[in-house]
């Protein structure tokens, strides 16, 4: 049976190291926050408000992308969980798992013919839920990732030209 989540740990780990940036990126905002308000007072113009706002979105866009690993993570997980769930049943009538299908196990099998058909419809009928949700899943992770890219595409490009 294969149902691999992928390296689950170094997505987690990605996702982590994404928001702990946020979050550094986060804290220098705050530090240009107190220089403009330290040249407020002096009267001198505020020079950090392109950079403070380049760094908030910058900063936001890390942490929803690894929210979104994260996430992702989470759902990779749960997903194998269900699927090691149907071992005693797949053991039990000679069944395995064969990428999104169950399929009899090759050789003979003293399990009753009507019984495999039937727990084979059963075991793939649940076997396509947990897929569903694990492909939905992907799925929008991966438009997110498309239009996270897009905005740090923009942002990146705003900041070279000093825009």
């Known amino acids: 049976m294969t149902f691999s989540p ?4 170094s997505t987690s780990a990605l996702g982590g190291a994404l928001r702990t940036q946020a979050r550094r990126l986060a804290d220098l905002v705050v530090d240009l926050d107190a220089t403009a308000r330290r040249a407020g007072r002096t009267g001198s113009p505020d020079a950090t408000g392109t950079e403070r706002d380049l760094v908030a979105r910058a900063a936001t866009e890390l942490d929803r992308v690894g929210g979104l690993l994260q996430s992702w993570t989470t759902t990779a997980v749960e997903s194998a969980a269900r699927v090691r769930t149907l071992e005693p049943a797949l053991t039990r009538c000679d069944l395995v798992i064969d990428g999104q299908l169950v399929v009899e196990r090759s050789g003979p099998s003293r399990v009753e013919p009507a019984e495999r058909l039937a727990e084979r419809e059963r075991l793939q009928e649940l076997l396509n839920r947990v ?6 899943e992907q799925a929008r992770l991966r438009r997110e990732l498309e239009a996270s890219t897009a ?3 923009a942002l990146s490009d705003r900041a070279r030209s000093g825009a």
């Open 6 to 9: 992928g390296d689950v740990g």
């Open 131 to 136: 897929t569903a949700v694990r492909s939905r």
């Open 151 to 153: 905005t740090l595409a």
